[in-house]
């Protein structure tokens, strides 16, 4: 295996553990919109493709209609609890202290500034040469539009690039653009739904990263 020069990251799942608050600032909302609360777990499976993905399953899920200023709501509630229990997951820190000399990049369904606050608020933004989401530039996985745009920006050849991710999502983008694909099963994802991707690799632990890009 050729030197990885070019690593991209997924985000919720795969750098950080955001299920809780996502779950339950959707909760928050249902309540405020007079319906009744999902069971968390059941929340998580709606999540990864994108805010607008994610209420409409919840909301559909209760028999209820997204009306208008709902999708902006969410995202106040959100960004009220968005650090109430989200954590890198464990040993990633690490291991990204030990890749910082590649270029490191976050492809997210997520808004950006949401991305963005949280990295910063554990000091580990500065890492990453940029941060891309849902709205960056209007595009979200597995549209592999943001990959395309990181192999042009590095001028590195695709198989020297890995796309990072917990969710069959993940591994479909990075197909798209002809990049190497790595599965997590520490996140959000299924391990049959990763496997039916055929990813290049697929690990249990984040430190298993470092064999791969070394």
Do not use: Q
């Not at 319906?35 to 499976?45: A, G, S």
């Not at 197909?175 to 991707?197: F, H, M, P, Q, S």
């Amino acid at each position: 295996m050729k030197k990885i020069k070019a690593i991209i990251f997924d985000f919720d799942g795969t750098l950080v553990d955001t299920k809780i608050d996502i779950a339950r600032s959707v909760n928050f909302l249902l309540k405020e919109e007079n319906l009744p609360p999902i069971p968390e777990e059941k929340i998580y499976e709606f999540i990864g493709n994108g805010t607008d993905v994610l209420l409409e399953k919840s909301f559909s899920y209760v028999n209820g209609k997204i009306r208008d200023g709902v999708i902006d709501r969410f995202f106040k509630i959100y960004e009220e609890h968005m650090l109430d229990n989200t954590k890198p997951f464990p040993n990633i820190l690490d291991v990204i202290d030990k890749i910082k000399d590649r270029s490191l990049y976050i492809l997210t369904n997520k808004h950006e500034r949401f991305a963005v606050k949280i990295l910063k608020h554990f000091g580990i933004l500065n890492y990453f040469k940029e941060v891309v989401g849902a709205d960056t530039f209007g595009v979200k996985k597995p549209d592999p539009f943001g990959i395309i745009r990181i192999i042009n920006k590095e001028s590195v050849d695709r198989k020297k690039v890995l796309m990072i991710g917990d969710s069959a999502i993940d591994i479909k983008t990075g197909k798209n653009a002809g990049v190497l694909t790595c599965g997590v099963l520490w996140g959000l994802g299924k391990i049959d739904e990763l496997r039916r991707e055929n990813p290049d690799f697929l690990i249990n632990k984040p430190c298993e990263i470092l064999d791969i890009v070394n």
